[in-house]
Each structure stands twice: as structure tokens, then as C-alpha cells.
């Protein structure tokens, strides 16, 4: 005989406990949906934990674009320090996967906050890390070796 924990009384109660699985694309519209209504702190929170599970599942497209989300939510809210934070996380993973004019974005971004909150030092950090990023973008990639006329 299978003994459950207390907590636990019935096989129904361990069987639903076990079907339940956060569905991070009904939390991510539900977080969309929030911030249309104006409700920007839940949203934020519900971007951040979107982007949690975005990242875990390795879409990381997914969980840069989250942490992006949950900054703007926090611009709405004037809160710049965690705004930097949220928009440096989401420019962190977009450039380590290679998405680099979205990792752009987000250094923006984080660099708005930095002024927003008055800090020169770090502005002109951010300032340079994305110019190296924007000339690294502009640069021609030399001539490619396929051709459709050859």
C-alpha cells in the first residue's frame, strides 16, 4: 500500500498535483493584457517569473524579450533602478545567444534609466558598450561565398 503525506489525502489530490504546470504563453498574454489595463506592477511581476520560465525552457528569445517587458513596466512606474536592472538582464541573454540588435535595445534602455536616475559614470559605460555593438553591426560581413547567379 502507497502511503501519501498527510498533506496529501487522496490519489485524485496527488494526481492533480502533479497535471498542474505553469503555462508560461497564458502567463505572457495575461501579463500583456495587464499592462493594457494599466496595472503595470502585476504585470511586471508576471513578465519577470515569464521570463524565469522562458529561460528555463531555453527559449531565450523569449526571455530576454520578458525581462524587456517587465523593464518598461517599471519605466511606467518610475522605478529606474530596477528598470536598469530588468532592461541590463534582458540585454545580457540577448547578446549571449546572438541576438544582438535586441541586446542593443536593451543596453538603451538600461542607459535611459541610468540618466533618468543622474548616473553620468554609468551612462558612459553604456554609451560605449553600444557604440562598439553598433559599429560591430554596421560592419560589412565581406563578399559571401553562395550566389544564386553562379
Known amino acids: 500500500?502507497?502511503?501519501l503525506p498527510k498533506v496529501i489525502q487522496t490519489p485524485q489530490e496527488l494526481y492533480k498535483m502533479s497535471t498542474v504546470r505553469e503555462d508560461p504563453i497564458k502567463m505572457h498574454k495575461d501579463a500583456n493584457?495587464?499592462?493594457e489595463s494599466g496595472k503595470c506592477v502585476e504585470a511586471r511581476d508576471l513578465f519577470v517569473k515569464v521570463a524565469e520560465l522562458y529561460f528555463k525552457g531555453q527559449n531565450y528569445f523569449g526571455a530576454a524579450e520578458m525581462n524587456y517587458k517587465a523593464g518598461e513596466c517599471s519605466i511606467k512606474l518610475k522605478e529606474y533602478p530596477k528598470a536598469?536592472?530588468?532592461f541590463t538582464k534582458s540585454a545580457e541573454i540577448a547578446l549571449s545567444k546572438g541576438f544582438d540588435?535586441?541586446?542593443v535595445s536593451g543596453l538603451e534602455q538600461a542607459r535611459d534609466s541610468q540618466k533618468a536616475l543622474g548616473n553620468t559614470k554609468e551612462v558612459e559605460e553604456?554609451?560605449?558598450k553600444i557604440k562598439e555593438l553598433n559599429d560591430k553591426l554596421s560592419?560589412?560581413?565581406g563578399e559571401s561565398s553562395f550566389s544564386?547567379?553562379?
Open 33 to 35: 493584457a495587464l499592462t
Open 148 to 150: 544564386v547567379f553562379s
Open 1 to 3: 500500500m502507497l502511503l
Open 126 to 128: 553604456l554609451e560605449k
Open 101 to 103: 540588435r535586441y541586446g
Open 139 to 141: 560592419e560589412p560581413e
Open 84 to 86: 536598469t536592472e530588468l
